[in-house]
C-alpha cells in the first residue's frame, strides 16, 4: 500500500499531550505549583524514582555487566594463550645442531 493511499491517523506528540495537560489542569483551577512542591507528591516522585533505579540496576545493568565480564575475561584468556605460545614457539625456542647449520649456510631457520 503506497503512502499516499494510507488513511491519516491521529499523531499525538509528547509535547503537544503536556501542553493539552496542563490546559486543563488550568480550566479546573487546579493549582499546580502547590501540588508540585507538596509533601505527598515529593514522596511518590522518590519513589518512583527508587523504584526506576533497581528496575535499572537489578533487570538490565547487572545481566549486561555479567555477560560482558564474562566475554571479557574468555576473550582476555584465548588471547593470552595465543601470546604465550607464540613466545614459547619463537622466541624461548632453543636453537639446535640443525638450526645452527642452517643460519650458517644462509637459510632462515623453521
Do not use: A
Not at 499516499?4 to 509528547?14: A, F, G, N, S, Y
Not at 538490565?60 to 594463550?81: A, H, Q, R, Y
Amino acid at each position: 500500500m503506497n503512502e499516499d493511499e494510507r488513511k491519516p491517523r491521529l499523531q499525538i506528540h509528547t509535547g503537544g499531550l503536556i501542553i493539552l495537560i496542563i490546559v486543563i489542569l488550568i480550566l479546573f483551577k487546579v493549582d499546580i505549583v502547590s501540588n508540585i512542591k507538596s509533601v505527598q507528591f515529593q514522596k511518590n516522585i522518590s519513589y518512583i524514582e527508587e523504584q526506576s533505579k533497581n528496575i535499572w540496576e537489578n533487570y538490565i545493568l547487572k545481566p549486561i555487566k555479567s555477560k560482558v565480564v564474562g566475554i571479557f575475561i574468555d576473550t582476555t584468556n584465548s588471547e593470552l594463550k595465543k601470546i604465550q605460545d607464540n613466545l614459547s614457539n619463537n622466541v624461548l625456542k632453543t636453537t639446535t645442531e640443525k638450526d645452527i647449520q642452517n643460519i650458517s649456510n644462509g637459510n632462515t631457520p623453521q
